[in-house]
């Protein structure tokens, strides 16, 4: 009968989860002109958190805790009916953007020039190895973020001993998590975009290539001191398989946006569903093996989606009462020094996450207090500046998800891969990236 019910009851959260991705379809496309469907996809978001919660992880439960307690400092009164559904409108974005980058994953394991790129990176020589790995997860993680440490965890040899597992998995990480700095489909990128209007945001995704170009010219020779021109190139044929593709997907996205006046985040849950859909009219026999694998996936990541969730929707209450602004007041008036917030934003974060304080928290509250011309700061350098806190953040907490799956991906200790090298590399990543934007900003 528990065992009826629970199955009962998963039939409903993915129900409702559909409702919402369909409601946030319409508030994209049509805005307040379905308003009704739009406000019914929140109520279904909601219930689909609702039933989540119960089946919440003991981790997942230690955090809502401690965003109760955020919750509970920062908002003074209890917000209204009308404050619901403005924060369920919000929010309501989420409930397309996570489930899409999971089936965009749950897809791009299925294709041939991924496996064709995996198998290339299997057959690297240990000393091309780390560089290979750090820039081909870049390269997937911008694009399927989580999905990369799948594939390349996959692509480790089976005979590999400790200290190359170790090795490949540091530099997966840092790859993985520093191309939030120049993706459009990371939630880091969906969050500062609630603070950046449109052209900006994309301003600071082309900074952002610059970024990650210049982090893997000094991480991979830092880390890999036998990495020559040779390897590069080696590495580079294997990439190529799935190079074209990760291009055309990018381009498609900012087609789309341009054409239609999208938001980068709403031209990405738009274009996504319509390349998958591509997908499987070219392979319809994967179809069946794309839908399970995003179920799964699905389940596994409800947790996190409650997690964001609860924090966007904290975030925002705590925005529309101006909180964070009036504790700032009290340290400081007139307007910010630019250099100032473009250092404080990716350290703070950086810091924050290393005593387990969610990314999402640290920059809703950073980029309140920064954006809207509160500091003299260009928008475009203080968006960059929050996708690199968000990359050293997660790059070098224990508590990151993305570090916990690529340690149990890749069978080492979590904190042998954040507390080592990478710890210095996220320092690095966010001190020195704030200072170079901080430079550029007094150029402008």
Same mark, same amino acid.
């Given at each position: 009968?528990?065992?009826?019910?629970?199955?009962?009851?998963?039939?409903?959260?993915?129900?409702?989860?559909?409702?919402?991705?369909?409601?946030?379809?319409?508030?994209?496309?049509?805005?307040?002109?379905?308003?009704?469907?739009?406000?019914?996809?929140a109520l279904a978001y909601a219930g689909?958190?609702?039933?989540?919660?119960?089946?919440?992880?003991?981790?997942?439960?230690?955090?809502?805790?401690?965003?109760?307690?955020?919750?509970?400092?920062?908002?003074?009164?209890?917000?209204?009916?009308?404050?619901?559904?403005?924060?369920?409108?919000?929010?309501?974005?989420?409930?397309?953007?996570?489930?899409?980058?999971?089936?965009v994953r749950a897809t791009a394991l299925?294709?041939?020039?991924?496996?064709?790129?995996?198998?290339?990176?299997?057959?690297?020589?240990?000393?091309?190895?780390?560089?290979? @790995?750090? +820039?081909?997860?870049? /390269?997937?993680?911008?694009?399927?973020?989580? =999905?990369?440490?799948? #594939?390349? $965890?996959? &692509?480790?040899?089976?005979?590999?001993?400790?200290?190359?597992?170790?090795?490949?998995?540091?530099?997966?990480?840092?790859?993985?998590?520093?191309?939030?700095?120049?993706?459009?489909?990371?939630?880091?990128?969906?969050?500062?975009?609630?603070?950046?209007?449109?052209?900006?945001?994309?301003?600071?995704?082309?900074?952002?290539?610059?970024?990650?170009?210049?982090?893997?010219?000094?991480?991979?020779?830092?880390?890999?001191?036998?990495?020559?021109?040779?390897?590069?190139?080696?590495?580079?044929?294997?990439?190529?398989?799935?190079?074209?593709?990760?291009?055309?997907?990018?381009?498609?996205?900012?087609?789309?946006?341009?054409?239609?006046?999208?938001?980068?985040?709403?031209?990405?849950?738009?274009?996504?569903?319509?390349?998958?859909?591509?997908? @499987?009219? +070219?392979?319809?026999? /994967?179809?069946?093996?794309?839908?399970?694998? =995003?179920?799964?996936? #699905?389940? $596994?990541? &409800?947790?996190?989606?409650?997690?964001?969730?609860?924090?966007?929707?904290?975030?925002?209450?705590?925005?529309?009462?101006?909180?964070?602004?009036?504790?700032?007041?009290?340290?400081?008036?007139?307007?910010?020094?630019?250099?100032?917030?473009?250092?404080?934003?990716?350290?703070?974060?950086?810091?924050?996450?290393?005593?387990?304080?969610?990314?999402?928290?640290?920059?809703?509250?950073?980029?309140?207090?920064?954006?809207?011309?509160?500091?003299?700061?260009?928008?475009?350098?203080?968006?960059?500046?929050?996708?690199?806190?968000?990359?050293?953040?997660?790059?070098?907490?224990?508590?990151?998800?993305?570090?916990?799956?690529?340690?149990?991906?890749?069978?080492?200790?979590?904190?042998?891969?954040?507390?080592?090298?990478?710890?210095?590399?996220?320092?690095?990543?966010?001190?020195?990236?704030?200072?170079?934007?901080?430079?550029?900003?007094?150029?402008?």
């Open positions: 009968m528990i065992a009826y019910f629970f199955n009962y009851g998963q039939k409903i959260r993915f129900l409702c989860l559909f409702i919402a991705w369909t409601g946030a379809i319409a508030q994209v496309l049509f805005g307040d002109q379905l308003g009704q469907i739009v406000n019914i996809g689909f958190i609702i039933l989540t919660v119960v089946r919440l992880r003991r981790d997942s439960i230690l955090i809502l805790l401690m965003l109760t307690v955020v919750a509970w400092s920062l908002i003074s009164q209890w917000p209204d009916q009308q404050d619901w559904t403005a924060g369920g409108r919000y929010i309501l974005i989420f409930s397309a953007f996570l489930p899409t980058m999971v089936m299925t294709m041939p020039s991924v496996h064709r790129t995996q198998t290339a990176l299997s057959k690297l020589p240990a000393e091309a190895a780390s560089g290979g @790995f750090q +820039l081909a997860a870049n /390269m997937f993680g911008g694009v399927i973020n989580l =999905g990369a440490l799948a #594939i390349l $965890s996959a &692509a480790v040899p089976a005979n590999a001993n400790l200290q190359r597992r170790k090795l490949g998995a540091e530099a997966t990480l840092r790859g993985m998590v520093t191309a939030a700095a120049w993706s459009p489909f990371f939630v880091a990128f969906a969050v500062g975009q609630s603070f950046t209007d449109p052209l900006n945001s994309w301003i600071a995704i082309a900074m952002g290539s610059v970024t990650t170009v210049v982090f893997a010219l000094i991480t991979i020779p830092v880390f890999n001191r036998s990495f020559t021109l040779a390897q590069l190139r080696l590495v580079a044929g294997c990439l190529a398989p799935v190079l074209v593709r990760i291009l055309v997907v990018l381009a498609a996205v900012l087609a789309a946006a341009i054409i239609f006046g999208f938001t980068a985040l709403s031209a990405v849950v738009v274009v996504m569903p319509v390349l998958i859909v591509i997908q @499987f009219a +070219l392979n319809p026999p /994967m179809m069946p093996v794309i839908v399970q694998e =995003g179920r799964r996936s #699905i389940k $596994s990541m &409800a947790d996190d989606i409650v997690i964001i969730s609860v924090s966007m929707l904290i975030g925002h209450f705590a925005v529309s009462t101006d909180i964070f602004n009036e504790l700032f007041s009290t340290m400081h008036t007139g307007m910010i020094p630019g250099w100032w917030a473009l250092m404080i934003t990716p350290s703070v974060m950086m810091v924050a996450s290393l005593v387990g304080v969610h990314p999402v928290i640290s920059s809703v509250a950073l980029l309140s207090v920064f954006s809207n011309g509160n500091a003299d700061v260009h928008p475009a350098l203080l968006m960059q500046a929050h996708l690199i806190g968000w990359g050293a953040g997660t790059m070098s907490s224990v508590a990151s998800l993305s570090a916990i799956t690529c340690a149990n991906l890749f069978n080492i200790p979590i904190r042998q891969i954040v507390l080592g090298p990478n710890l210095l590399a996220a320092l690095g990543y966010a001190v020195l990236g704030g200072a170079v934007l901080s430079l550029v900003n007094l150029a402008l």
